[in-house]
């Protein structure tokens, strides 16, 4: 038994000294590597084809929104079902 009371107060001694003292080192680091979530970017439908691309990549005429010059000449299209 007094064994199991020498060792405890060793290792509240050696925590007392190394454990304490490094306030610096949390065992949860900051998060430096994570990104700001961008603002998140609009989807449009092509009028055309029907697939969604980013509103920045589009072509726009009016309301109708394009995912190529092509499909913007073609003009707009009901989708398939
Ligand atoms: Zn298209």
Redesign the pocket.
């Known amino acids: 038994m007094k064994f199991v009371i020498v060792v405890l107060a060793v290792v509240l001694l050696a925590w007392l000294l190394f454990g304490r003292n490094r306030r610096g080192d949390s065992p949860a680091p900051p998060r430096r590597g994570k990104r700001k979530p961008t603002a998140v970017e609009g989807m449009v439908r ?1 009028a ?4 969604h691309l980013p509103a920045s990549e589009a072509r726009a005429t009016g309301a109708l929104h ?3 010059d092509a ?1 913007q000449e073609r003009g707009p299209q009901a989708p398939r079902p």
């Open positions: 092509c055309h084809c029907g697939v394009y995912c190529s499909h």
